[in-house]
């Protein structure tokens, strides 16, 4: 389930299926932006540039108590998407007069471009699945990227996905390769680059 919620008590039956006795309750996952603000000294810079854009909500999931009824539960923001996020040190290899004009109040709209390119939205990436969420209605269409062939469950695979910025996409290569550690021991290493 997760790395804390310890399983006391298992399968269960129940008169609607089966239940599970935890020691913690689930906590459900924040959202992207949460997540980059637990961490700033990776993701400071990036946390800024959204909160000056104001484009918080592109990264939130939340419950929408004004658009909820009873039994139809609505939610705001974006509930799947990847993001490439660049962080402090992909903003520090920028020159620093760019970088002060992208924070100036002249340069919100080159900012807001290089955050969309960095973001596809309704796309979530996974070494081994892309999801795609179609229309409003949260269907979802899973695409495998390998298909096992043995015990080898290494793979390369390109793929191309739209970013949030018009006309745009991104050239992934998600390369799964077996490293030998020791005779007859493997270890499988994803990796994710984009062009």
Not at 10 to 30: C, E, M, Q, R, V
Not at 138 to 146: A, D, I, T
Request: proline share 7%; glycine share 6%.
């Amino acid at each position: 389930m997760n790395f804390y919620a310890e399983i006391l008590v298992s399968d269960k039956k129940a008169s609607n299926g089966y239940f599970h006795t935890i020691k913690y309750p689930l906590l459900p996952p924040g959202s992207l932006f949460d997540e980059y603000y637990i961490f700033p000294e990776v993701f400071s810079t990036l946390t800024s540039a959204v909160q000056k854009l104001e484009a918080k909500h592109y990264y939130d999931w939340e419950y929408d108590h004004e658009k909820s009824k009873p039994g139809h539960p609505a939610f705001k923001g974006f509930g799947l998407a990847t993001n490439f996020a660049p962080d402090n040190l992909a903003f520090a290899k920028l020159p620093e007069g760019l970088k002060r004009f992208l924070f100036s109040p002249f340069g919100g709209n080159v900012l807001a471009k290089i955050l969309m390119y960095h973001y596809v939205p309704k796309t979530l990436l996974l070494s081994e699945f892309v999801y795609h969420e179609k229309h409003h209605h949260h269907e979802h269409k899973v695409v495998s990227l390998w298909e096992a062939e043995g015990d080898d469950k290494s793979f390369k695979k390109e793929i191309e996905v739209p970013t949030a910025l018009a006309n745009s996409t991104l050239h992934i290569s998600i390369d799964k390769s077996r490293v030998p550690l020791l005779d007859g021991m493997f270890l499988l290493l994803p990796l994710c680059e984009r062009g």
